[in-house]
C-alpha cells in the first residue's frame, strides 16, 4: 500500500515536494517506507547515532507512526538518525503517555540527491486499529512544516483522533 502526505495547511510545504509512506502488514510486524521528496539538501536531517530508544525526537526532522487501539493509541517516532521511540497513550486523547514495549528498527538510510528514504519495521500491537502517519520536517533555516494524512484541526496535532484514517489490512 503507498499514501501520500499532505503538509499542514497552515504552513508552507518547505523543501519538500513530496512525502510518501509505503507500509506492508507481515504478521505482527509494520513494515514503513517513507519516501521524502524534493530538497533534501535544505532539510535538516539528524546525524547518524545509536540505533536506542530516545525522547523527543518529534523536535527535529522525524517520521511518525500512530496506531488507534483499544482504549487508545500508540506512538512510534523513526529518526533518520536511527534513533526510535515507542509510547503507548490508554484512556483516549494524549492521556496516560508511558513508554511501550514496543520496538522499531531502522533500516540504513537510502539517500539520493533529490530523495531521502526511511524504512522501519515495527512491532504491532494487538488490537490494531487507524493508523496515521505523519512526519516533522525541519529545513536548514529552522522552520518546520508537518505533513500527516489528514489535518483535522487549524494547528498541526499528530495525536488528535480525527487524523487515524488509514485502515490497514
Known amino acids: 500500500m503507498i499514501v501520500s502526505l499532505i503538509p499542514h495547511p497552515s504552513e508552507p510545504s518547505g523543501p519538500l515536494t513530496s512525502l510518501e509512506v509505503h507500509l506492508e502488514r507481515k504478521g505482527e510486524r509494520l513494515w514503513v517506507r517513507f519516501v521524502?521528496?524534493?530538497a533534501v539538501q535544505d532539510v535538516e536531517w539528524p546525524g547518524p547515532a545509536e540505533p536506542v530508544r530516545t525522547d523527543e525526537l518529534?523536535?527535529?526532522s522525524c517520521f511518525e507512526v500512530f496506531i488507534a487501539t483499544t482504549g487508545g493509541y500508540r506512538e512510534f517516532?523513526?529518526?533518520p538518525s536511527s534513533q526510535?521511540?515507542?509510547y503507548r497513550f490508554e484512556g483516549g486523547y494524549r492521556m496516560g503517555?508511558?513508554?511501550a514495549d514496543a520496538v522499531a528498527m531502522i533500516d540504513p538510510l537510502d539517500l539520493a540527491?533529490?530523495?531521502?528514504?526511511?524504512?522501519a519495521h515495527l512491532d504491532l500491537p494487538s488490537p490494531?486499529?487507524?493508523l496515521g502517519l505523519t512526519a516533522v520536517i525541519e529545513a536548514k533555516d529552522g522552520s518546520k512544516t508537518y505533513w500527516a494524512l489528514a489535518h483535522p484541526?487549524?494547528?498541526p496535532d499528530f495525536h488528535h483522533p480525527d487524523s487515524f484514517v488509514l485502515d490497514l489490512p
Do not use: C, I, P, R
Open 36 to 38: 521524502a521528496e524534493g
Open 153 to 155: 484541526s487549524d494547528k
Open 113 to 119: 540527491e533529490d530523495m531521502l528514504a526511511l524504512e
Open 58 to 60: 518529534w523536535k527535529h
Open 84 to 86: 526510535w521511540a515507542s
Open 128 to 130: 490494531v486499529g487507524k
Open 97 to 99: 503517555m508511558a513508554n
Open 77 to 79: 517516532n523513526l529518526s
